[in-house]
């Protein structure tokens, strides 16, 4: 019986072609690999260049007669000293509590 030769070719070829592209595969996992960690180092050493925000001290007001206030400029101290407090808060120099009476305070 005549022996097929085109049997242990086709085999061949296929492991070659399965070969390559486990060899493709495996390099390109590699290089999204490396690019990710390239990334994440460069974002991870932008957040460590930048200052850290200076503490703000709020001065308490003055328990004098109320100021009225010019309509643009004290609405938009208002809003900075809100989120000053915030801030802080958010960074846990204050508590909900203290936030919360500083907060009224100054919408009172």
Known sequence: MPRNRRSPGLLRSAARTAGRTALIASTATATSNAIHNRTSQR???KLA???QQADV???PMSAGAPVAPAANA???DLVDQLAQLAQ???AGALSEAEFDQAKAKLLN
């Open 74 to 76: 004290a609405s938009a």
């Open 88 to 90: 802080l808060r958010d």
């Open 57 to 59: 001290m709020i001065l």
């Open 49 to 51: 260049d930048q200052p």
């Open 43 to 45: 974002a991870n050493q």
